[in-house]
């Protein structure tokens, strides 16, 4: 009781009618708790046990061997090759992503383009997954259509020189696929926040078009630029699908690695497993409240 | 100012390339089916085959059911704190960004070493995976969930249509059923065709969970060993995702860009 | 020649209204207003002199020098926006020493003239804040500082006060003449508020639907509003429709009413219907002796304005408002009332059009 009449005082400047106040003191709580209680269940105690299992031994001891143990040269190559492929695909994605989003933001394009690659950006950003990696092995994979068609009218032999659609490279033109409508999809409000004033207000004053983007236009979406690609990375961290179905479990990824471990224990030590799910949560965390604290600076910026 | 309008053109055409080719190669491969010539056969097979059907009808039932308990447990919270406690406001919000920090492959890992055994064993029934499952999918879809009803209640001013309502004497079911729900009645329909474009296709919790009842475990069973099929269904899983998307842009709710972000199917 | 020459100017939009054969020519160190409602091309026609559009034809002739196909980023002028327009990256010092910085300045001329722009504006203490931390007025001096550190030929000012709170605008546009007389440099400002151009201009010129409709001092716009569209701009004025009974004593006939105007009728005919306006302030209650332009009203409404009472009086079909000044002597009419009120033959202006 004393806890709801404490909200009411300090909950802001709006008064509250009377007939509010007069309402069952525990009803906002009553309301609130499913919430509470299932946040609580399905997504606080999994991240927990994990987090616990991560420090114990499989008696159930207190241990840091597992975090050692994810220092070691294998698991470290995983986080390696994820990180790698999450970076690479963010700042392809990114610079590709931020060019097209300008195009379709900056006009001399017909708006009817505009907004139908915009409805395909939010197509093709939640085409992921199985789908997204078999559509890319018919059009890349050995037999693959563009494959042929490069080989045999072009004279290109893509994998011969190299190529392997199962691979790093690989897996990065797949994931590019949604990670470029992803960026354009969230960094268009901030190029469409700059102000043609600005470019104005710069030329008025002498300024060459390459001068106001060296000057203003892009340290002034830097925050957001770098925000986006941030959370592409993220993005990217976290997937499992496409990378399982492109390459079958053979690239050695952390999601991969967890995958495995969940089948069939390929760590030989449980514990080590959970450590190494824990891992992607604390990196996964650092990158998400990078991605805010860019976002806030930007949203400074940009609504003035 | 001409040579700005060529770059611009040059990146949408590159980008409409590499959109398109995979599109192109998937859909020509479906219609080759048949030896020498085109048809649609890759289609008909998929069709007849009764696994593919049932599993998309079983993620179908699945996705109605975690639209239905994520509004559930996010309309009236949203709502009772934006009525009485504002100041709870951003530990809720908070709460529903964090599945972001979560990859689906560590969040299976979790839900399935909490829940096969102790106080409560979900992963020795079906009853039990069906229900770790949409319980899984509706935290994944939290941030959708909750921006969409957030940003639906601070169109109608909540707290002024209560108080509207309550002037006028209505009762709290009466508030709630005709005016609160009606009135975010776009916001909720754009929040349920993104949490179907998530669920239909997910691999990852689907495929530790239920394994091949979900239709993206399907679409991933069929690919490892009959391309044409696998090929027709990455066709019409690609318009599925289109036409929700497509609905979600006719309800309305603009910003389901911002809402799609780093989660999906991936 | 004059010191800013804009000579036949027409920008012909495909589906707005652009600016017609626009003529005008400025005097160095003159304030110049550009008045009108939204969308009349005064903003077009400032812009044109900026370089951010290019006329359809006309030239631009600055000093002697023809500027119309100059880019924007060399002709030298500067400008001041209605949203400011501060880069929102840099400080305030670092804004205003932008021009100077393009321009290549060695450093320590640029933290000279930044620190006396500061001075100029009165914020010595915010060089080092940044745009968002300052107050929108505090924001608009210092785009202004920074339009005036690179010693433009001509300031331009387009709608620079219309974000502000009214007591900020009052004290701020007093603040940008008061600097404009200091530096003695060429201004050209362009507003929808009539009282701002009246209040801060040596000449204004009123636009409407692309066209001047008249250029003149404050003083020959209010009193002398030359058409229908300025005396009805400009101030509140009443305005009827008249008869002409006899062109050359210039009286007319307000439903039966005799008036007399002391304006130039020669060129109509008895019986040619022709509109006039009367300001509000220049009727008054009759006083001993008046004979000239006495007629009736019928109060209506009184309306309390502070300064000013305004009362509204139907006068045969039409209705007309009286200002008068709010004295302690003043002894008010009841609504209902009949008042006989008067104004001189001065203050009965023909309109042209």
Same mark, same amino acid.
């Given at each position: ?304 | ?63 109605? *059911? =975690?639209?239905?308990?994520? &509004? ?7 709502? +009772? @704190?934006? !009525? $009485? /406690? ?107 065709? *993104? =949490?179907?474009?998530?669920? &239909? ?7 530790? +969970? @239920?394994? !091949? $009842? /979900? ?52 | ?353």
């Amino acid at each position: 009781m004393s806890n709801n009449a404490r909200v009411v005082a300090s909950g802001g400047n709006r008064p509250k009618p009377p007939s509010i106040r007069k309402s069952p003191p525990s009803f906002a709580w009553l309301g609130v708790l499913p919430f509470l209680v299932f946040v609580v269940l399905f997504l606080f105690l999994p991240s927990l046990s994990l987090f616990v299992g991560g420090f114990q031994d499989a008696k159930g001891n207190f241990t840091l061997e597992n975090i050692r143990g994810l220092f070691t040269p294998f698991i470290l190559n995983a986080y390696w090759v994820t990180i790698k492929i999450s970076f690479t695909t963010a700042v392809m994605g990114g610079i590709v992503g931020f060019f097209l989003a300008y195009a379709l933001v900056a006009g001399g394009v017909p708006n009817w383009v505009r907004s139908s690659l915009m409805t395909f950006c939010g197509v093709a950003s939640n085409f992921a997954g199985v789908p997204l990696a078999q559509a890319f092995i018919f059009t890349l994979g050995r037999v693959g259509l563009l494959t042929v068609f490069l080989k045999e009218a072009l004279n290109i032999d893509l994998y011969g020189q190299g190529f392997n659609l199962y691979s790093f490279w690989g897996l990065s033109v797949t994931y590019l696929y949604f990670q470029l409508p992803l960026m354009v999809l969230i960094i268009t409000p901030p190029i469409e926040g700059l102000r043609r004033e600005w470019r104005e207000a710069a030329e008025n004053l002498g300024a060459t078009p390459s001068q106001y983007w060296w000057h203003i236009g892009i340290p002034v979406l830097m925050p957001s630029l770098l925000g986006s690609m941030i959370l592409l990375f993220g993005n990217a961290f976290g997937a499992y699908a496409t990378a399982l179905s492109l390459t079958g479990g053979l690239i050695n990824l952390v999601t991969i690695l967890i995958g495995s471990q969940i089948k069939g224990d390929v760590l030989h030590n449980p514990n080590l497993g959970y450590a190494l799910a824990f891992g992607m949560v604390v990196v996964m965390a650092v990158i998400m409240s990078i991605y805010y604290a860019l976002r806030r600076r930007s949203e400074y910026w940009l609504k003035q | 100012m001409k040579k700005n309008v060529f770059w611009n053109w040059f990146w949408i055409f590159i980008s409409l390339v590499y959109f398109f080719i995979p599109l192109y190669a998937t859909f020509n491969f479906s219609l080759k089916a048949r030896k020498g010539e085109l048809s649609l056969l890759a289609y008909q097979q998929m069709m007849e085959d009764p696994r593919i059907l049932r599993s998309l009808i079983f993620s179908t039932e699945i996705g109605l *059911l =975690t639209i239905l308990l994520g &509004l559930l447990l996010m309309v009236p919270t949203v709502y +009772l @704190v934006r !009525l $009485k /406690a504002p100041r709870l406001r951003p530990v809720i919000e908070f709460i529903s960004l964090l599945p972001f920090v979560i990859p689906a492959i560590v969040l299976v890992f979790g839900l399935i070493r909490t829940y096969s055994g102790g106080l409560l064993p979900l992963t020795n029934n079906y009853t039990g995976l069906n229900f770790l499952l949409i319980a899984g999918y509706v935290v994944i879809g939290l941030p959708y969930l909750y921006r969409s009803v957030d940003a639906g209640m601070s169109a109608i001013d909540v707290v002024t249509l209560t108080e509207a309502a309550q002037s006028l004497g209505a009762s709290w079911p009466t508030i709630m059923l005709r005016v609160i729900i009606p009135n975010l009645r776009s916001a909720m329909l754009g929040a349920a065709f *993104l =949490t179907l474009a998530i669920v &239909l296709g997910e691999f990852t919790l689907a495929t530790f +969970l @239920v394994g !091949l $009842k /979900a239709f993206g475990p399907v679409i991933w069973q069929v690919g490892q060993n009959r391309a044409y099929e696998a090929s027709a269904l990455v066709i019409v899983s690609f318009i599925i995702t289109w036409v929700l998307m497509g609905l979600i842009n006719f309800v309305g709710r603009r910003g389901a860009a911002d809402g799609s972000v780093a989660a999906g199917p991936r | 020649m004059s010191f800013l020459v804009l000579e036949d100017i027409s920008k012909v939009f495909p589906t707005a209204v652009g600016v017609e054969k626009f003529d005008l020519s400025v005097e160095r160190g003159e304030f110049i207003s550009f008045l009108g409602p939204s969308g009349c091309g005064k903003t077009t026609t400032l812009r044109m002199v900026a370089g951010f559009e290019s006329p359809t034809t006309g030239r631009i002739i600055l000093n002697g020098e023809d500027i119309t196909d100059r880019p924007p980023n060399q002709r030298n002028v500067g400008m001041v926006f209605q949203s400011y327009a501060l880069f929102p990256n840099m400080t305030v010092a670092q804004n205003i020493g932008f021009g100077l910085k393009i321009r290549k300045e060695p450093e320590s001329a640029i933290k000279q003239r930044v620190a006396e722009m500061l001075a100029l504006i009165h914020l010595e203490q915010k060089g080092n804040s940044f745009p968002h931390q300052l107050s929108g007025g505090q924001q608009q001096r210092v785009a202004l500082a920074r339009a005036l550190a690179i010693r433009p030929q001509v300031l331009l000012l387009d709608e620079p006060l219309s974000a502000l709170d009214a007591k900020i605008r009052v004290s701020l546009r007093a603040e940008i003449r008061a600097i404009q007389r200091q530096l003695g440099i060429t201004a050209i400002y362009v507003t929808h508020d009539q009282e701002e151009a009246l209040s801060i201009s040596d000449r204004i010129v009123v636009m409407h639907e692309g066209k001047i409709e008249q250029v003149g001092t404050p003083f020959e716009i209010y009193n002398f509003p030359t058409t229908r569209f300025v005396a009805n701009f400009v101030g509140s004025l009443n305005t009827a429709e008249v008869e002409v009974m006899d062109p050359s004593a210039g009286i007319v006939a307000m439903n039966g009413i005799r008036l007399t105007s002391a304006s130039d009728l020669k060129e109509k005919r008895k019986g040619d219907k022709v509109m006039i306006a009367i300001r509000p302030e220049r009727i008054g209650f009759i006083a001993e002796g008046e004979k000239e332009n006495v007629f009736d009203g019928k109060v209506e409404n009184i309306t309390f304005l502070g300064s000013v009472v305004r009362i509204q009086l139907r006068v045969g079909g039409t209705v007309f408002n009286m200002d008068t000044f709010n004295r302690p002597s003043l002894q008010l009419p009841q609504t209902g009332d009949t008042v006989r009120v008067t104004c001189s033959s001065k203050a009965v202006l023909v309109l042209s059009e």
